[in-house]
């Protein structure tokens, strides 16, 4: 059941030393994650290094989202049995190990190969940080604590185009993955103590054959969704695809209902109101992370900013987003959480349609480009603190691990979804432009406004289905 209506305030607790020195060392060890925006101000010289067009570039993208999105459930209900804190360290050191793989990667498929063992340690944190950050305040406080995690989680975000701006202009596209290797580690040394995490009283078996059918069952949705725009004479393998992700989410679907201790409880997606609010998670994310994957080109190619300075610019979304998490913390407080939800949606669709308005070389255009951006970034930031507050209370506190992970999932999916369908979008425009004898220029800056107007038109959708999935299940 989902409830959108405001609680009763219990007086207010402060943070005591050690649990602030914990929230801080949770935020470094979970920032390597966010941090990975470092990426997508390098994309411009990574695809001139390895001699790839854009399109290409969204596989450095989908390899790493998509694995850490197919195994987060796995992970996160893997935390509420063993420990969510051994779990997050497990993903520290594989990370840190990964970065360093990815920086040394000799050519464009072993790179592809390097993002894919990253996502693996990236769904070891991701899935267990939610429920480690709760697990540091008392439950009448949870908003605050979803708060503070999307709060870290944004920090790392915005911080992750300036670095990575600065770091390819001095060092080139490896240093945006061998830099956070030494954070891992350094977070992997000091949360040894940290608590494992609270768990059932009986330790409940996992439940390995439903893991291994959710995970097939996920990679290949997305990998679908992403050959929709590559069918020509490769319909065969893209029926492949459909007929395995069918079977395996139909074999989870069966194989989930019988068993005794199952991932997830399916039962809360028969749910109108719990299924409707996770497809609005995915659209407002989906729709998204067009900053992210188009917004590096423009700033590159059309503002004349170097990378250190268009990195800067890009991370404004995210200091909305940050500036916001705290504040969306108190106000659901005292305000519906679904209300401030739908709330966050169409500001962030606002946000995007101006987006779609940008002008090279218009009076006051950096002005215009940071308020933008900000904005887009204050509708994410009170969404999605609402979005996981109501996510992490529909199921039961043990069971933590696996609410963080769907909350979670919802953005993974947006990401991945949003590489293709903002792709198949950005290049369908721009090719008919080109065609009807545009320059690459100006049919570069029609399918961008027409990407982001699109987005903010889906980011606004979501936004009343949020309203309409909240009320209904109140």
């Not at 480690?132 to 406080?141: I, R, Y």
């Not at 030494?182 to 494992?196: D, K, N, R, V």
């Not at 409707?276 to 590096?296: E, K, M, Q, R």
Request: hydrophobic content about 55%; proline content about 4%.
């Amino acid at each position: 059941m989902i409830h959108g209506t405001s609680r009763n305030i219990a007086p207010r607790t402060r943070m005591t030393p050690r649990q602030a020195l914990r929230l801080v060392l949770l935020g470094l060890g979970t920032s390597v994650v966010p941090l990975d925006t470092a990426v997508n101000i390098a994309f411009p010289e990574i695809t001139a290094s390895f001699g790839l067009s854009v399109e290409m570039i969204q596989w450095v993208v989908i390899c790493y989202v998509l694995t850490y999105s197919s195994l987060m459930l796995a992970f996160g209900r893997v935390g509420d049995v063993w420990s969510h804190g051994r779990v997050f360290r497990v993903g520290l050191l594989w990370s840190s190990l990964a970065y360093l793989l990815c920086a040394a990667a000799p050519n464009y498929s072993l790179l592809l190969f390097c993002r894919f063992l990253q996502g693996v340690g990236a769904s070891f944190i991701v899935s267990c940080a939610p429920a480690l950050v709760t697990g540091l305040f008392p439950e009448d406080k949870r908003s605050r604590a979803v708060a503070m995690f999307t709060l870290m989680y944004a920090i790392g975000s915005a911080a992750g185009p300036l670095l990575g701006g600065l770091l390819v202009q001095l060092w080139g596209w490896p240093s945006v993955f061998w830099f956070r290797a030494p954070l891992a580690l350094i977070a992997l040394l000091y949360t040894e103590e940290m608590p494992a995490g609270s768990g059932p009283a009986v330790r409940e078996p996992v439940d390995i054959v439903g893991a291994a059918l959710l995970a097939l069952g996920i990679s290949t949705v997305l990998l679908t969704l992403n050959r929709l725009q590559h069918l020509g004479g490769q319909e065969l393998l893209t029926l492949l695809l459909i007929a395995t992700a069918a079977i395996s989410l139909l074999g989870f679907i069966h194989w989930e209902n019988r068993v005794a201790q199952p991932i997830v409880n399916l039962g809360l997606f028969r749910s109108r109101g719990f299924a409707g609010l996770n497809v609005a998670g995915v659209l407002v994310y989906l729709t998204s992370f067009s900053v992210l994957l188009l917004g590096p080109y423009y700033l590159v190619n059309f503002t004349g900013l170097s990378p250190a300075s268009a990195g800067g610019v890009l991370g404004a979304s995210f200091v909305g987003s940050l500036a916001a998490s705290p504040l969306a913390g108190r106000i659901i407080e005292r305000l519906p959480s679904g209300g401030v939800a739908a709330l966050g949606a169409l500001i962030c669709g606002a946000g995007l349609l101006l987006i779609g308005r940008w002008e090279p070389g218009a009076a006051g255009e950096t002005v215009t480009i940071l308020a933008t951006l900000v904005l887009q970034g204050v509708g994410v930031g009170l969404f999605q603190v609402a979005y996981m507050d109501i996510v992490m209370r529909s199921l039961p506190r043990h069971h933590r691990g696996v609410a963080g992970s769907i909350a979670m999932l919802s953005r993974s999916v947006g990401v991945v979804t949003g590489a293709t369908l903002l792709t198949l979008v950005f290049h369908t425009i721009e090719a008919v432009r080109l065609t009807g004898g545009d320059t690459p220029a100006s049919s570069f800056l029609i399918g961008f406004k027409a990407t982001f107007w699109s987005a903010g038109v889906v980011a606004g959708v979501a936004g009343v289905l949020v309203l309409f999935a909240t009320r209904r299940s109140a």
